[in-house]
Antibody, heavy 118, light 111 residues
Framework: QVQLVESGGGVVPPGRSLRLSCAAS????????MHWVRQAPGSGLESVAV????????YYADSVKGRFTVSRDNSRTTLFLVMNSLRRDDTAMYFC???????????WGLGTLVSVSS | IVMTQSPLSLSVTPGQSAFISCKSS???????????LYWFLQKSGQSPKLLIY???SRFSGVPDRFSGSGSGTDFTLTISRVEAEDVGVYYC?????????FGQGTKLEIK
């Protein structure tokens, strides 16, 4: 079955960097695009980054453009999100989700919590 | 694309129906024919789960009490015969533009 496991979250001071990972299994990872979606405490969902199946195309929310970079390693079936120049409003649970042409975001991980605080 | 849901919360008696509206700032009808509107449910402490894709198709394992309708920019999620397990926050999402955008969420409670 499809499994997505995020890791790499933690507490980090403003201005610092963090790298999140999402280990995928149970499907042919290299065939599907992937998403990072975040949820600030008590708030709704915000899609922050998307990457195509082969990594050739990426898309970012305006709120993170120029600071976050999404990438993937298909040989290790792992998705990454490098977050630079972190701000307090980046504090959120970060989920990775599998894409599908017909049923986008059809499977989600449990999330990893990022807290930006001094 | 801005997605606007209403109401933001509703309380429903078990067995009754619930209706959630979602409006998009631009048409979600693709030139190829499909309309890229989706519905998710997030239960407390869990990650969101896909319920409905392309306006009205139920995702695998979703009960037929859940149905979607609408076109263009106006959409509705209907939950018939509401049960206690339906409690949570419902989100609509547009899939015509990347990155996708979500509505603010509608919190469903049981009376």
């Amino acid at each position: 079955q499809v499994q997505l496991v995020e890791s790499g979250g933690g507490v980090v001071p403003p201005g610092r960097s963090l790298r999140l990972s999402c280990a995928a299994s149970g499907f042919i990872f290299s065939n599907y695009g992937m998403h990072w979606v975040r949820q600030a405490p008590g708030s709704g969902l915000e899609s922050v980054a998307v990457i195509s199946h082969d990594g050739s195309r990426t898309y970012y929310a305006d709120s993170v453009k120029g600071r976050f970079t999404v990438s993937r390693d298909n040989s290790r079936t792992t998705l990454f999100l490098v977050m630079n120049s972190l701000r307090r409003d980046d504090t959120a649970m970060y989920f990775c989700a599998k894409d599908d042409k017909l049923t986008p975001l059809d499977y989600w991980g449990l999330g990893t919590l990022v807290s930006v605080s001094s | 694309i801005v997605m606007t849901q209403s109401p933001l919360s509703l309380s429903v008696t078990p067995g009754q129906s619930a209706f959630i509206s979602c409006k998009s700032s631009e048409s979600l009808l693709h030139t190829d024919g499909p309309t890229f509107l989706y519905w998710f449910l997030q239960k407390s402490g869990q990650s969101p789960k896909l319920l409905i894709y392309e306006v009205s198709s139920r995702f695998s394992g979703v009960p037929d009490r859940f149905s979607g309708s609408g076109s263009g920019t106006d959409f509705t999620l209907t939950i018939s015969r509401v049960e206690a397990e339906d409690v949570g926050v419902y989100y609509c999402m547009q899939g015509i533009e990347l990155p996708h955008t979500f509505g603010q969420g509608t919190k469903l409670e049981i009376k």
